[in-house]
């Protein structure tokens, strides 16, 4: 076990912002990368580093965000910043929670999703050895708008937001990426001590450096790559942070065994699962929820969304599997089928057209083209079963709530609305009438009348 797993960590995260520049009726830290939220993202970064507990500051009325943190963080408390004076003030909403002894208080932001658990352990690694502030600090290709890092020799003795910086101080590129970690022990003092004279008139965390120094403490700066701390302000960085995602969820993909012809063209969630020798063809979109068995193939253009893929399955070209379709080993779903909470059993083939909702599918059956569970009767949901070896003819329609039996045999274009017995065969369609000769003396009569 590392020094830093065996101490005690709260997180504290920022997300009273108001988030005016996305233009939108959700909330930032609401809009979702990777088929999760911002603030999803980063309270499941602070649990893989090991956080104990979660303290989610928030802004008046925002309750859509408290539930949010509650669904992702079981047990995360909520604080409500009552007005917005600045990060430090941010911070201090949450005293209550700071108040409970932890060894380490970990800082960061709800719209800064790309910040990786690593990153976080070391920024928290110094603590144990003795520093009071650490703060997350990079090389910004752009530092404008973040805050330098102000340092004497190697010691780092104040962080200066832009707006109060002077041109020497500007020229500096190593920036605060705004997240810290603060021995518990010492956090409350030191915000506490914060003041507001600044040009904005804001509480700074920042100005946590310059007090902990004057206070004689240890403060220690972590680097982290610029993508760590990247932050969502607008719909471009919120692309931007979405295309960043999907370059490590693809090279996780990848190493983990699977392979994406155009790695590029295939757009995957945050707990999308490939196992090994999965083939993955171009353009496909895993939604949240899905997992791929060793062997699977999913062909080009699909849409699947929590959907448990078993073992040598193959899936499209052009398929849909929405959330509940379950595949079992070696099951075949083709083109322009499209599979909703349905259980497909083992070898079963689902080849072409076809709609199975609300279903399941027995062993090695075999729905023909164009086979369709009528599932919805306008007012409620129904389910059809089909059982181990069933034959279902083309066109057909199962009308649920209905069961089709064992090895029965439903002949095409059947519409069916009673169950079929095991090994029976269903015909459910107008018998054919043919009239010899008729066809000729048609057409003879059409002619004569367009002629006339
Ligand atoms: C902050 C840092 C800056 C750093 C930059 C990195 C301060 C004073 N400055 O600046 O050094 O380079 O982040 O991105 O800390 N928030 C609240 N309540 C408030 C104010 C802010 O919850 O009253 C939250 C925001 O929602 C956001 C975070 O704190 O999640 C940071 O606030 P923001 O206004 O973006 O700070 P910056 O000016 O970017
Ligand atoms: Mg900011």
């Known amino acids: 076990m590392t020094a830093s797993a065996a101490r005690r960590c709260l997180t504290v995260v920022?997300?009273?912002g108001e988030g005016t520049r996305m233009r939108s009726n959700l909330p930032k830290v609401l809009h979702k990368a990777a088929g999760r939220t911002l603030l999803g993202h980063v309270l499941a970064a602070a649990q893989e580093a090991g956080s104990d507990a979660t303290a989610v500051v928030v802004g008046p009325g925002r309750e859509d965000v408290a539930a949010e943190a509650a669904r992702v963080a079981p047990g995360a408390r909520t604080f409500v910043q009552a007005e917005r004076r600045g990060t430090a003030h941010a911070v201090l909403a949450a005293r209550e929670a700071i108040r409970d002894d932890y060894d380490d208080v970990l800082i960061v932001y709800g719209d800064t999703p790309l910040i990786r658990p690593e990153t976080l352990r070391s920024l928290r690694a110094p603590l144990a050895h003795g520093a009071s502030v650490v703060v997350l600090g990079f090389e910004a290709r752009d530092p404008t708008g973040y805050g330098r890092l102000i340092s004497r020799g190697e010691s780092l003795v104040a962080i200066r937001e832009e707006k109060d910086a002077s041109d020497e101080e500007r020229a500096i590129r190593l920036s605060n990426g705004g997240l810290m970690a603060i021995a518990g022990g010492r956090a409350l003092e030191l915000l506490e001590k914060i003041g507001d004279r600044n040009a904005k008139g804001e509480f700074y965390l920042t100005d946590i450096v310059e007090v902990a120094v004057m206070s004689g403490l240890a403060v220690a700066v972590e680097a982290a790559p610029e993508a760590d701390v990247q932050g969502v302000n607008d719909r471009s960085q919120l692309a931007v942070a979405e295309a960043e995602f999907q370059s490590r969820l693809r090279a996780k993909a990848m190493s983990g065994g699977a392979t994406l012809v155009a790695p590029e063209t295939v757009f995957l969630s945050h707990d999308t699962a490939l196992g090994r020798d999965v083939l993955v063809e171009p353009n496909v979109v895993f939604g949240p929820g899905v997992t791929v068995g060793d062997g699977a193939v999913i062909h080009a253009f699909c849409h699947l969304?929590?959907?448990?893929?078993?073992?040598?399955?193959?899936?499209?070209?052009?398929?849909?599997?929405?959330?509940?379709?379950?595949?079992a080993t070696g099951a075949r779903v083709g083109n322009f089928v499209e599979v909703k909470n349905a259980e497909v059993g083992e070898g079963a083939k689902l080849n072409h057209?076809?709609?199975?909702?609300?279903?399941?599918?027995?062993?090695r059956a075999n729905l023909g083209a164009g086979?369709?569970?009528?599932?919805?009767?306008?007012?409620?949901?129904?389910?059809?079963?089909?059982?181990?070896?069933?034959?279902?003819?083309?066109?057909?329609?199962?009308?649920?709530?209905?069961?089709i039996g064992d090895g029965a045999y439903v002949g095409t274009g059947s519409v069916v609305t009673d169950d079929v017995p095991p090994d029976a065969l269903a015909i459910a369609r107008a018998r054919q009438v043919t009239k010899p000769g008729r066809a000729a003396r048609l057409k003879a009569a059409f002619r004569a009348r367009k002629g006339a």
Not at 313 to 320: E, H, I, L, T
Not at 380 to 390: C, E, L, M, S
């Open 305 to 327: 969304e929590g959907a448990d893929i078993g073992p040598d399955v193959s899936v499209g070209p052009f398929a849909r599997l929405r959330p509940g379709a379950t595949l």
């Open 14 to 16: 920022l997300a009273a």
């Open 371 to 403: 086979t369709v569970t009528c599932n919805y009767d306008g007012i409620a949901k129904h389910r059809t079963t089909i059982g181990a070896d069933v034959f279902i003819g083309t066109n057909s329609s199962l009308v649920a709530p209905v069961t």
């Open 353 to 363: 057209l076809a709609y199975v909702g609300d279903a399941s599918v027995g062993p």
